[in-house]
């Protein structure tokens, strides 16, 4: 029952999204060097409970430079650096379901060029992915879609060398790409449901509802890459609807391309 969503479930998450995409883009506005990622942290259950939903889903992840590299890092207590990104992964609890939100942006507003071209990568390894989150197809469709563009994507950057169907094949992207592409969401945020039936990996049928977030993640310790790419973690995570017209993104509200995220954080400068 909690895997196909009823109407009036539907409705409950797409305010929860409404809502968390708020309270990122608060963040973005307010984002400066020297803030404490516990600040970030407070504005966006501020912006949440501002705006009706007085629980966060789960504990927010607000990890600065090397820590957006550190899956699930919740101890957000760390000086936000100019020059950095900062990966918040957060979202409210509304009328019982969760949103799931993942953005990465600039400390200063402004990405550098390696921090593009990675993001950048990472964006499109998204889009791919959530394409293939339609009725009719499988679950694990949008994560091999998302493994083919970051593979091609990090062979290109030079992070990666070889051909690229053999390092699909090896999983060489798994240094860098360290988790599946997402989960089912509803009253929790990793919902139940199988993700495989028989063996085989479940169809995607409308109603039922998952995330899209794939990631690059490169430690500043990494050796045998340039140092340009080191200390860089990034993350793009939205919800996704299945319905027989095609994916709908839930969380479309939260911006997530370079031009609008530049753009929101500039407006508070000026």
């Known amino acids: 029952m909690r895997l196909y969503k009823s109407r009036s479930e539907i409705k409950a998450m797409r305010t929860a999204a409404k809502i968390s995409a708020k309270a990122h883009q608060r963040a973005m506005r307010i984002c400066r060097p020297g803030m404490m990622e516990y600040q970030l942290e407070a504005e966006i259950i501020h912006e949440c409970a501002r705006l009706g939903a007085l629980f966060q889903a789960y504990p927010a992840i607000v990890g600065g430079g090397g820590n957006g590299c550190v899956l699930h890092y919740i101890d957000n207590r760390d000086e936000l650096q100019d020059g950095d990104l900062v990966l918040i992964d957060a979202g409210c609890e509304y009328d019982y379901y969760a949103a799931d939100i993942t953005r990465t942006f600039p400390v200063n507003g402004l990405f550098s060029a390696a921090q593009r071209e990675l993001y950048e990568l990472v964006l499109a390894a998204q889009e791919a992915a959530i394409a293939q989150a339609k009725s009719g197809n499988h679950w694990n469709d949008p994560h091999q879609a998302a493994v083919k563009v970051v593979t091609k994507g990090l062979v290109e950057l030079g992070i990666l060398k070889g051909s690229v169907p053999k390092l699909i094949k090896d999983k060489a992207y798994g240094k860098y790409y360290v988790h599946s592409t997402g989960h089912w969401l509803g009253m929790d ?31 500043k310790g990494t050796r045998g890459i340039a140092a340009k790419w080191r200390n860089i973690g990034i993350r793009i995570e939205d919800d996704v609807l299945v319905t027989k017209d095609g994916p709908d993104v839930l969380t479309k509200d939260a911006p997530k391309t370079v031009e609008e995220i530049e753009s929101l954080m500039g407006k508070l400068a000026k």
Do not use: A
């Open 189 to 219: 945020v990793h919902d139940v449901g199988d993700y495989k039936i028989d063996g085989e990996w479940r169809q995607l049928e409308p109603g039922m509802t998952l995330t899209v977030e794939p990631g690059i993640y490169i430690p």
